[in-house]
């Protein structure tokens, strides 16, 4: 099993940015990829960044490209979604998840390992 926690979430300004954390623990060695989803308020849940836990390119929802960033810290064993220019429709839970089938994708359902969410909310 693998278990995620995030942390980081908070109140911004729009404009603003934010940065927040996803901590994978237990059987680490078995995830192949880890990606940020987010859900607001009466919508589906919406894939933001993913990235190969080998490394290589990150890869973007089309919203989000060019304004998030996602990182993979392997000294503090972190991955961050760093989110700038944000504005009052990025509000949402921001959920981390891990996949230990594939390597890629931005299907939630192929990722089998998720976060409790941390809320970001963006005021205008």
């Known amino acids: 099993q693998v278990q995620l926690v995030e942390s980081g979430g908070g109140l911004v300004q729009a404009g603003g940015s934010l940065r927040v954390s996803c901590v994978p623990s237990g059987r680490t060695l078995s995830i192949l990829a880890i990606a940020w989803f987010r859900q607001a308020p009466g919508n589906e849940r919406e894939f933001v960044a993913g990235?190969?836990?080998?490394?290589?390119?990150?890869y973007y929802g089309g919203s989000m490209r060019g304004r998030f960033t996602i990182s993979r810290d392997n000294a503090k064993n972190t991955v961050f979604l760093q989110m700038n220019s944000l504005q009052p429709e990025d509000t949402a839970v921001y959920y981390c998840?891990?996949?230990?089938?594939?390597?890629?994708?931005?299907?939630?359902?192929?990722?089998?390992?998720w976060g409790q969410g941390t809320q970001v909310t963006v005021s205008s």
């Open positions: 990235l190969r836990w080998s490394g290589g390119t990150p």
């Open positions: 998840a891990a996949s230990s089938g594939v390597t890629y994708s931005s299907e939630q359902n192929r990722y089998n390992y």
